[in-house]
């Protein structure tokens, strides 16, 4: 026992850990030697590097129990740039002294077992000396354990509060420990960062880390030695590295690497001398940010006098620009701009007055004050505002951009809630706007990171919301609504709530548009408590009584609140008795395009849509463009972390056809951060009225007081709620609304007033023309900093490494522009008189554009500067002069303008990195290298990293072999020039076109070196140089060009021009000579005989280049052999156009597979499918068993079959290639067809176009192009000729196309010697695939030039990508090698089917569904032949017109309504129903239908327009015809003569009524059947039986009251008019009825209701015909004292019980009424 105590007690003291605390003794001085090196680079060590290095000495020693001074001493400065370790450090003597003077003095801190508590600095020490004293003492924080030696905590540090691990290895024999400790940055709780610029860059913190593209860590290994009197630091080592990679490539990245050394090297005694000056606390070992904020991403600009040096650089920067130099000015310009953030208000306020009158400075002053975003220059522009120093479109240019890029601030704001009560802003409409929206933004910026906002800040905007709510005023509500929403904070949502009437009884008389404002002002509050937001927005979907904008702009908010799953399937069951079908539609089609998506910060939501979606079944799938829809496409790289996605919402309104509210936005996705990119929304509302006829009294006629007493009679009928024309817009960029716009008429009319004191069309053209004809002269500058965006973090060293980017723009142009009009703009003018007028002009337009970014990744302060900086800028640059002169009445255009006589620069991109390394006190004097050297750099088996004792230390920088990587994948080519030295990669290559007859060439210059030879990644792509570029230069030629002309004649002298021009000068345009002269010479001008013959020539060898053809490749735009191309350089007889319309292709050896009516019925099929059967399936077969399996082939194994001509003999076109598989018949018919007939034999031309150079000697050069076109009845035919206008050149270009008959339309192109060389050709033809009407599209081609089939190789190997994106099927099987075939097949109004064939590949799909319905009625297409070809494309067009327009039929009992919805319905006779009437407050019309009682079959009509009143009746088995009470004759028109015209006449068996400007285009009645078509615009504005017109099928019933009757019979008649029983002859009415059945309600007696009444007889009449009914009943207790007496409805009570009843429909009275 006592042995095993005494081994206990030994294990305990063995266990308890010596204190390793480094502990500094008072009276003691420890000296330790400090290096600090900071490097970037590429892992790659044969590219260029920077770095920093800073070496001291430290003294540390005890001055109380807790504090202790630090002195550093003797700091150096070393920098490097270029290739190491050619390049090596090199010392900054200057910037040194001026480190070691603020590091001068000692600095105080706070120690206590190994934490390092607050930090005091004398008081006029820059932070950016305290930083590097906080990166010493960052290295003495040590947190330990004495019962662990492994263990993780969170520690903090220089960096902030991040996961540490600690691992002790303790030396106890030698009284040593060596402690290592790791963290983890990107695993911090409060970690030292700065993000600027950034605010719409939202983050995912769910994301997994692998996702991030910037990650961090860093180590510490301290060595301790300890004895009895505590532990002392003998050396710590720290290396921190952070992998940028920008395109998130895993080999992709940027390194950064810190490494700091402190060893001791011995104590003294005298203490380190206290500090002479008092010191101020500085805070902890936490990082700083301060003075870095104020030198942007740019080269390091020292400010010494920002007052002169802004003077001095704006002079510069206005020089640069008037003279070109775009450039130098952009990057003066955003010196400027951080001139401007360190200037006083003074300073700016004396700049301004110097420059204020000098027009080139001013919007460059202007611009760069927005940008600077400091408070002074806030304030200075709140001024210039206030004291009216800007135009109203100066205000309303800067005012989006100063409140952007505003630092928000307590300061910032203040000015900012200044300029919401400024007069000069209220008056101004588009100012106040702009300022409410930006004051938003500010609130929504400041409040980004903190948890409650203050409510002062919200007060303005609450403030506003109130007051427009108490004025009525329903813009300052929109304003409120959109600025709160901008802001995004919760404190808001109680107001928000207000405006709507699912939270707030009063928001129900607001406008539906202020409902959906206040939905979309919840989307940014949403980012912040999304489960609140998803709460209120599914009570507001949930809620039917709103309108179905509201609710589908609620489901957009709720489903970018990320809904779990439960949420998501609570909202799909929903949809399945969802009464609105437009909503349902909505948010079906948005669950799908969620479910398909592939981003992974939506994959929860993704999957929840996917399961949610099986619930629905395809019933919403199938629903037609009047429905509402969800348009999403999206694409994500898991490769890169980066994605899109473009969404479009499309919300019908129940009273339009169309889309009444299109919002449509882009999301970017990058690594995981997600951005709203861009957003824009349009609404509409009543549209129709703009473009109806207007000031049409509608409520003075008889009928708007008729229908106003029938909705007395029609128990809770309401007329629709007026809607005044409406057109609104907003517009969000960067996920803020920056400007929104409400135009209705009376704007329209304010504008036009405003403009021309007239709201009349006519003068604004002239005033138009007034102000053209006094010419434009004048420069404008537009420059802006497009963006500026800088994330920054702390190294371990005590400076910030900064990943920043700034980007400006500067638009410029130069113009003046002399117009003379004759004869004069007189004062009555008209605008039919721009018809005859001469204009002669004389421009000269100079625009030019340039846009510069700069990214840096590196160290970034007002001192130093080191690291990668990253410069591109775009460039384009144009020179418009020229003179005009326009003949309108001569039909004539002159263009001339000077050629190019040097080499000019249109367009320019270039980039270039650098590696760099700048110092305040040597801003001159730049340490810049590029990424790639230019001569051979040797092996490099050193490290970087390298202490100045020379000490080994293991080496930061990988170093890896490249050989490889260079060798890999490098191809020698013979049209690029590559320089290989060393491994690089030197890229150059220039394409270049000569036009020589215009003496000019147009040439792209490409040039690229680059680092991507070690690495195959867009990182080492950019990093190099690159430069892409379009020049224009002169071509030299025989004579020197003085001038470029280009003429165009149109009409009756377009031919004598070009007899003119090819003339050489002599003037034959006066002359008189017969047309066939003309027609003569035209032909020998463009040589149409050469073309014509070869022609003709070629024909005769088209059978044997048939059969060469069939063998030739089948390779995608395969070039064909040099012996067929001799034989098939000109186009073949035009029966191979129908040849290969009747669906034989190139290439198949028989072709005896046939069908009458459908290929898919055919029993027959090609024998031999060799090319087809490529694809590995079996097609056709002998077998009469297979055959029959093979009964319904896939769609792409039918064939098209053409319509049948019927004009087989008339002329066509010689315009199709050859076909070999063209049969004996399509022979014979290509034998019958006469030869090519040139247009110009018959027919003058119509355009002459001529593009010439005039040469000094007189010679003209150029091109000339003639236009020729025949209008014939049945055809239609258009040819175009080009050529040279030199002699000897036999260049041709021959266009032609026609209209072969109604059936086909077909066309070609060749160009080459005489129009033979390349040709291509193309045929629309219509007919058959299958069973259903079809058109075919087809292209053939047989040579064409090199560039072509290149182009069209690269876009065929994106067609199978685009394919499955887009859900089509395909197939790889070969086809005619030089043909591609797509056949569109309607197999339904809104079905088609489509097959792509190529080459190679065939692209198909079946029923996909068509945006509007196409009827198609192929009996009678093919039954005659229409006089007309536009006939047909005509009828085309009004049939699909026509079925956008409502049809509701009366036929027998069976009743079809607007919506489609077909019923069968047994009216009461002699009781007039109202079928269908207006129900908008207009109340333009009414149509009533009745039964006569004499027959079933038969009805009466009565319809009621303006003052007529017109009844249509049967009567002796002819159609009659009542106008206001008397009798019309039936065969003659009846013809109104009010404002609104309406036409009675006689179609087929009855009557035709047409009154389109009431609403009604057709009405047709014959006694048995009646037809009402109405117009589009009336869409939802109907009521009656035939329905409201709004596409809501499953709200078909509705009764007046709007209550949703139970079956068809209740439907109808609730619509029937009630009438005097003694008047009238219907002696029925509608009574609430009791049930008599008995009913236990909740396990009571209970008496019940119906909610709606039923149709009864009269008093005193009795039923003889009954209909059972289902109504709704209302219950109470039995004992209740509720009745029916003077009940005439119970709609507002519930329904408890759905019960049958029966109504009456008949009645026999016996009651005598008093005469």
Sequence with gaps: MKGLILALVFALVEGQKQDLEPVFHMGKTYLYSYESIIGHGLPERSLAMAGLRLASKVEISRVSHSDHLVQIRSPKLEEQSGFWPIDSFTPSSKLSETIAACLSQPFKFEYTEGRVGSIFAPEDCPILCTNLVRGILNMLQITIKKSQNVYELQEAGIEGICQTRYVIQDDS???????????????????????????????????????????????FTYKIKYDDSGASLMSAISDQVYQISPFNEPNGAVVMEARQEL??????????????????????????????????????????????QLTETLRQLVQNNEKGATKEASAKFLQVVQLFRVASLDQIESLWLQFVNEQPYRPWFLSAICAAGATDTFRFLKQKIHDEKLNIWEAAAILPLAFHFVTPNKKTLEIASSFLTCPQIQKVLMHRIIVYLGYGSMVNKYCAHALLCPNELLQPLHDLATEATSKGDTKDMSLALKAMGNAGELASIKRILKFLPTFSSAAASLPNRIHADAVLALRKIARKDPAKVREITLRVFMDSTLAPNVRMVACVVLFETKPALPTVSALASSLLTEPSLQVASFAYSHMKALAAGRIPQLYK?????????????????????????????????????????????????????????????????????????????????????????????????????????????LLGWKELPPEDPLISAYFKVLGQEIAFVDIDKDAIQQIMMSLTGSSDWQPVVKKVLEEVQRGISGRWTVPVMVAEMRHIVPTIAGLPLELGLCAAAVAQAAADVDVKVSPPVADNFRPSQLWETKMDIHADIRPKAYFHMIAMMGINTQYLQSGFEFHAEFSANTTMKFDARINMKEKNLKIETLPCHQEVEIAAVRSEVYAISRNMEEVDFEKKSRIVPRAEIPSISGQLLQSTE???????????????????????????????????????????????????????????????????????????????????????????????????????????????????????????????????KLKKILGIDNVFTASNKTRRRTKRINREYETAGTGL?????TSLLSSSSSSSAASSAASSADGKKHGSKSSSRSSSGSSASSKACSSSSSQEDHSGDRHCSGDSEYSNQQANPPVYQLLFKPADDQDTGAEILNISISSSSSSAVDENVSRAISQPKFLGDSKPPILAAVLRAIHRNKQQTGLQLVLYTDTQPKRWRIQMFGSSITGPSRWKLCADASVINYRKVSGSLKWGKDCQDYQIATQIATGKFAVYPAMQMKLEWLKVPSIIRTTASWIYSFLPGAAYVLGFSQRQQRGPSHQATLVMALTSPRTCDVVFKMPELTIYDTAISLPLPVPSHPATMSATLPSSDWKVFSQVTLSVLESLKGHCTVFQNKITTFNGVEFNYSMPANCYHVLVQDCSPELKFLVMVKRLEESADLTAINVRLASHEVDMYVSNGLVQLKINGVQAPRDLSYTSNSAASMLISSEKKGLTLKAPDYGIDKLYYDGHRLEVQVAFWMAGKTCGICG?????????????????????????????????????????????????????????????????????????CSATQTVPVSVGFHCVPADSALSLDGQPRLDQKSEDAVSSVSAHTACSCQRQCPA
């Excluded at 009284?175 to 709780?189: G, H, P, Y």
Aim: hydrophobic share 30%; proline share 5%.
């Design 950 to 1080: 020379g000490s080994s230390k293991p080496g930061s920088w990988k170093q890896s072999s490249i050989l490889n990587m260079i060798s890999k994948g490098y191809q020698q080519d013979s049209e690029e020039i590559h320089h290989n030295s060393a491994g690089r990669r030197f890229y150059t290559r220039r394409f270049c076109k000569k036009f020589e007859s215009l003496g000019c060439s147009t040439c792209l210059s490409l040039k690229s070196q680059n680092s991507a030879f070690l690495r195959n990644t867009y990182l080492h792509k950019l990093f190099g140089e690159f430069e892409a570029k379009i020049i224009i230069k002169p071509v030299h030629t025989d004579a020197d060009i003085d001038i470029i002309q280009l003429e165009v004649q149109a009409g009756s002298k377009a031919a004598s021009k070009i007899i003119e021009v090819s003339s050489s000068g002599s003037k034959e345009e006066g002359e008189t000579s017969p047309y066939e002269d003309i027609r003569a």
């Design 1117 to 1121: 735009w395969a070039e064909p052999s």
């Design 263 to 308: 060893s001791l090297i011995g104590t003294k005694r005298p203490p380190v001398s206290p500090p002479t000056s008092p010191l101020q606390k500085q805070g902890s070992l936490r990082y700083h940010f301060s003075g870095e904020l104020l030198q942007m991403p740019i080269p390091l600009l020292r400010i010494k006098n920002p007052d002169l």
């Design 605 to 713: 939501l993704s999957a929840a849509c996917n399961i949610a979606i099986k619930l629905l079944g395809s019933r919403l799938d199938r629903l037609s463009y009047r429905y509402s829809k969800v348009i999403q496409i999206s694409d994500y790289s898991s490769q890169y972390q980066a994605g899109a996605i473009w969404r479009v919402y499309l919300m019908n309104s129940p009273s339009t056809m169309f889309p009444s509210d299109i919002i449509t936005k882009v999301r970017g996705y990058y690594a995981n951060t997600a951005t709203d990119i861009i957003e824009v929304a349009f609404r509409s509302q009543s549209l129709s009225k703009l473009i109806r006829k207007q000031n049409i009294p509608f409520a003075e006629y008889d009928t708007y007081k008729t229908l106003k007493e029938l909705g007395k009679s």
């Design 1588 to 1660: 409201k017109y709004d596409a809501e099928t499953e709200r078909e019933y509705q009764t007046p009251s709007g209550y949703l009757a139970k079956d068809a019979a209740s439907f109808g008649h609730s619509w029937i008019i009630s009438e005097d029983p003694c008047a009238g002859a219907c002696k029925l009415q509608r009574k609430l009825v009791k049930s008599e059945k008995p009913i236990s309600f909740e396990k009571t007696a209970a008496k019940c209701f119906s909610v709606e009444p039923v149709l009864r007889c009269v008093k005193g």
């Design 173 to 219: 024999k030698n009284n040593r420990a060596t402690i290592s400790k790791s963290k983890d940055l990107t695993d911090c709780q409060d970690k030292a960062m700065r993000n600027l610029g950034m605010a719409h860059i939202r983050p995912c913190p769910a994301c997994p880390l692998k996702a991030r593209n910037i990650k961090g860590t860093v180590t």
